[in-house]
């Protein structure tokens, strides 16, 4: 089955810094890639997708790359602020695959005002 | 607005004793998710509902059960809920298997078992 890992576990940097987080998977057959941001006592919420036919999506100061031939994808958050502090969690799924999403192991991101 | 509402928000129970915890969906998507989310991990499905078909993953123990009565309600139910049961319990929705593009997560359920 799919395998998707995320590093670092944790990344600290300053207020207007950019942070990235990247993630891997092992099924070649994933084409779709979600992430999540999970702020403390919350769900997951979607801040962000790609799917395989795109190599980057931009949205504001969230972007998402996605590269197929060496199977991992990158989120960047630019210009960060003390709001984007949250746990992010990458995710990996295949159309049609009854196992749905993959989550990585989530990265804890911390923004120092 | 359309959303995924789990109740309660906390929940403590004694080890041993049954609990229910509960979602509810606006979104009239056909398929349901329950996963638990232990302290710093990320979301482990349990099982799903694609409608009425009830689909459990391998791994999850026969302790953890669901019931869906209808389209907008799914309840996770723990028959003896045991001290390593303590977890967040995540409710999600899918408008189909197989497309999880507008897959929308609940505000969980924290639980503790005391």
């Known amino acids: 089955g799919e395998n998707v890992e995320q590093h670092p576990s944790t990344l600290s940097v300053q207020e207007g810094d950019s942070a990235v987080i990247k993630c891997t998977y092992s099924d070649s057959a994933s084409n779709y890639f979600p992430w999540y941001k999970q702020e403390l006592g919350k769900g997951p919420q979607l801040i962000i997708d790609?799917?395989?036919?795109?190599g980057e999506k931009k949205d504001q100061r969230i972007a998402v790359t996605l590269n197929k031939t060496a199977k991992h994808f990158s989120l960047h958050i630019t210009e960060t602020q003390p709001e984007d502090s949250a746990v992010y969690f990458c995710?990996?799924?295949?159309?049609?695959?009854?196992?749905?999403?993959?989550f990585g192991s989530g990265t804890q991101l911390t923004v120092l005002p | 607005d359309a959303m995924v509402i789990q109740n309660p928000r906390y929940q403590v129970t004694q080890f041993g004793k049954p609990v229910t915890l509960s979602c509810s969906q606006t979104l009239n998507h056909n398929v349901m998710y329950w996963y638990q989310q232990k302290s710093s991990q990320a979301p482990k499905l349990l099982f799903h509902?694609?409608?009425?078909?009830?689909?459990n993953e391998a791994d999850t123990p026969d302790n953890f059960q669901s019931r869906r009565p209808n389209t907008s309600f799914c309840f996770l139910d723990i028959r003896s809920p045991g001290l390593g049961d303590t977890a967040m319990y995540l409710c999600?929705?899918?408008?189909?298997?197989?497309?999880?593009?507008?897959?929308?997560f609940g505000s969980g359920t924290r639980l503790t078992v005391v």
């Open positions: 790609i799917r395989s036919n795109v």
């Open positions: 509902y694609y409608d009425k078909d009830f689909n």
């Open positions: 995710a990996a799924s295949r159309s049609g695959s009854a196992r749905q999403l993959t």
């Open positions: 999600a929705t899918s408008r189909d298997l197989g497309n999880v593009e507008g897959y929308t």
